[in-house]
């Protein structure tokens, strides 16, 4: 008997989600009984605030269960681009917004609109973990540039400069930045649009984290920083991290009109829209700013206070050294003292203190975890204490 034939390209070589992974091997001993501590979840520990949900809920009787227009229901496209010229005085029409389902088929849709087979693409790294898949998708090739605690995890101009060859085509940037919490101020995303605009770079500006920054950082609108960098600019953002809305499935994109109307049209054959009844409890959050500025205050003071308790935490552990990042719900600290694969150390923490987080290669940094305080702090506190007691059997 003849064997099927086998899968294609696309399934063999793409990697799954290893945060998605561990998240769900530390949920699944959770459900079986085991005390796990989880620092490798990717989303908030709240819930979407209930003025969000009552206006979907609202809609959804209200018979909102049709197909709406491809790009997202007009008034929500309307209130984004209300939104970007309320918060960054960037003018754009409606017409150039993009609604998804979700931040990260934004991102795809993006890179996909923009790159050919062949083309290649600067992704930084420590990096979020479906760039690399998302470019490699396209037929693109992805050129990782790496960033270590010495320079912040921020690419310099210097690096992407060395880094850009004939077929580069896109820039993907990531602030504040998941994994690393890295915020780049204001000049040194000049700085690195000025590398871009010179060589003629597309950027993707993931900003899906622009509301979580803590200690004064400034959120910057990338697309902001010139016309010249706003004709080459996309820029991505949505509802998942800022209204803890990771299950709604919906995610934002601006960019020039003809770049718009692509990604579009390329959603128009993969997904049609993005969940009809789901769309007005988005255009609740932008539309209620009283309601919506409060839950976003509430949360970032919860995470604040975390940010600062696991980095001090971290810190009074003997081995391992951690900066305090600017933004976004994750800390990224360097455990490369211990003498171990970061792959092996989580393995060993999950088994033996079940503790869960996310080896640093996993973004392309080894050496680095990624632990995520999006957690309680009953929870953080715990399983500090458990990585405190782990890192100790290691120095012996
Ligand atoms: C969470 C996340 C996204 C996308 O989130 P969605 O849930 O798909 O809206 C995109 N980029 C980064 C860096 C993220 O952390």
Redesign the pocket.
């Known amino acids: 008997m003849n064997p099927p034939p086998p899968l294609s390209t696309w399934a063999r070589n793409v990697a799954p989600s290893p945060t998605l992974a561990i998240d769900a091997k530390a949920k699944a001993m959770k459900a079986a009984g085991e005390d796990v501590c989880g620092f490798a979840a ?1 989303e908030p520990d709240f819930d979407t605030p209930s003025f969000i949900k009552d206006a979907a809920i609202a809609a959804l009787q209200a018979g909102q269960t049709k197909y709406a227009p491809t790009p997202g229901i007009e008034p929500l496209r309307v209130a984004v681009a209300e939104r970007y010229a309320a918060d960054y005085g960037y003018q754009i029409s409606s017409s150039q917004v993009v609604v998804s389902p ?4 934004s ?1 795809y849709l993006a890179v996909l609109a923009v790159c050919s087979p062949g083309d290649e693409v600067i992704v930084p790294a420590p990096y ?1 973990v479906s760039y690399p898949e998302m470019v490699k998708l396209a037929g693109a090739t992805p050129r990782f540039v790496l960033s270590d605690d010495s320079t912040a995890f921020k690419l310099t101009p210097a690096q992407l400069e060395a880094a850009i060859t004939p077929r580069t085509r896109l820039l993907i940037l ?1 602030s504040p930045s ?1 994994p690393t919490g890295a915020v780049y101020t204001r000049a040194e995303l000049r700085a690195l649009a000025d590398v871009c605009v010179k060589h003629n770079l597309y950027v993707l500006s ?1 900003e ?2 622009e509301h979580l920054i803590y200690d004064g950082h400034e959120p910057v609108n990338f697309a902001t920083l010139g016309p010249e960098v706003a004709e080459r600019t996309i820029t ?1 953002a ?4 800022t209204f803890a809305m ?1 299950g709604w ?3 934002t994109l601006v960019a020039p009109l003809p770049i718009a109307k692509a990604v579009s049209e390329l959603q128009s054959q993969m997904t049609s829209n993005a969940t009809t009844f789901a769309q007005f409890g988005a255009l609740a959050a932008l539309k209620e700013k009283a309601q919506a500025a409060a839950a976003i205050a509430a949360m970032k003071t919860a995470f604040d206070r975390r940010r600062k308790f696991l980095h001090a935490a971290l810190n009074n552990i003997p081995g391992i050294t951690c900066q305090l990042a600017g933004g976004a719900f994750y800390l990224f600290p360097n455990i490369s003292s211990f003498g171990l694969k970061d792959v092996d150390f989580c393995a060993r923490l999950l088994e033996q203190e079940k503790v869960a987080a996310v080896p640093g290669s996993a973004f392309g940094a080894e050496g680095y975890l990624r632990l995520s305080y999006a957690t309680s702090d009953a929870v953080l506190q715990k399983g500090v204490e458990r990585l405190a007691r782990f890192c100790a059997t290691l120095k012996k």
Request: aromatic content about 20%; charged content about 20%; hydrophobic content about 30%.
């Open positions: 990717g979700g931040g990260k088929f991102c979020w990531c998941n993931d899906m984290y991505v949505g509802f998942s991290k990771t499935r919906l995610g």
